[in-house]
Antibody, heavy 119, light 106 residues
Framework: QVQLVESGGGLVKPGGSLRLSCAASGFTFSDYYVSWIRQAPGKGLEWLSYISRSGSSTYYADSVKGRFTISRDNAKNSLFLQMSSLSAEDTAVYYCARVDTAIEYFDSWGQGTLVTVSS | SYEVTQSLSVSVALGQPARITCGGD??????VHWYQQKAGQAPVLVIY???NRPSGIPERFSGSNSGNTATLTISTAQVGDEAGYFCQVWDSNTAVFGGGTKLTVL
């Protein structure tokens, strides 16, 4: 049973930083690309970033490039998102998702962690 | 950058077919994937590569893709199908989501 569990969300002040984690289980983590996707309250899904199996390649949406950094630790079956220079527009539920082996779609999702940016 | 568009909402009578569309320039040349998101829950993949159903997804869910429109069809809509539905494509190393369609079953 594939399982992805996000953590690290919470309330942060504008301009602040936060690090999200995603613990993976039920599959060979190092065999898959993984991704972060967010959803602002009442809004649609926004893809943010993904990382290759080894972590050597990373890709970002323009909206977060230079502010967010994706990384992974295959030994610990964990995915991370380091977020900085946060603003109210970054308030959202953040999901980690497994990318299919052809790197086309997201076949498993975590339950998400809420990040609220407010003073 | 590539864009995909969806209608904000679709309503359908119980037991009738529901069709949710996803528009984009020559989207028929891309693989389209669909996600269902019920209130307060994470998205779930319901169709991948235009028309394939993951295991566990009911047969009443189907998909097609041609020209400038991809379509998710629910053959006989159930109350439990009320949800948001999002299409997604992959373009130039980025994932692109449609804005989502809220399906209401009357």
């Amino acid at each position: 049973q594939v399982q992805l569990v996000e953590s690290g969300g919470g309330l942060v002040k504008p301009g602040g930083s936060l690090r999200l984690s995603c613990a993976a289980s039920g599959f060979t983590f190092s065999d898959y690309y993984v991704s972060w996707i967010r959803q602002a309250p009442g809004k649609g899904l926004e893809w943010l970033s993904y990382i290759s199996r080894s972590g050597s390649s990373t890709y970002y949406a323009d909206s977060v490039k230079g502010r967010f950094t994706i990384s992974r630790d295959n030994a610990k079956n964990s995915l991370f998102l380091q977020m900085s220079s946060l603003s109210a527009e970054d308030t959202a539920v953040y999901y980690c998702a497994r990318v299919d082996t052809a790197i086309e779609y997201f076949d498993s999702w975590g339950q998400g962690t809420l990040v609220t940016v407010s003073s | 950058s590539y864009e995909v568009t969806q209608s904000l909402s679709v309503s359908v009578a119980l037991g009738q077919p529901a069709r949710i569309t996803c528009g984009g320039d020559n989207i028929g040349g891309k693989n389209v994937h669909w996600y269902q998101q019920k209130a307060g829950q994470a998205p779930v993949l319901v169709i991948y590569r235009d028309y394939n159903r993951p295991s566990g997804i009911p047969e009443r869910f189907s998909g097609s893709n041609s020209g400038n429109t991809a379509t998710l069809t629910i053959s006989t809509a159930q109350v439990g199908d009320e949800a948001g539905y999002f299409c997604q494509v992959w373009d130039s190393n980025t994932a692109v989501f449609g804005g989502g369609t809220k399906l209401t079953v009357l």
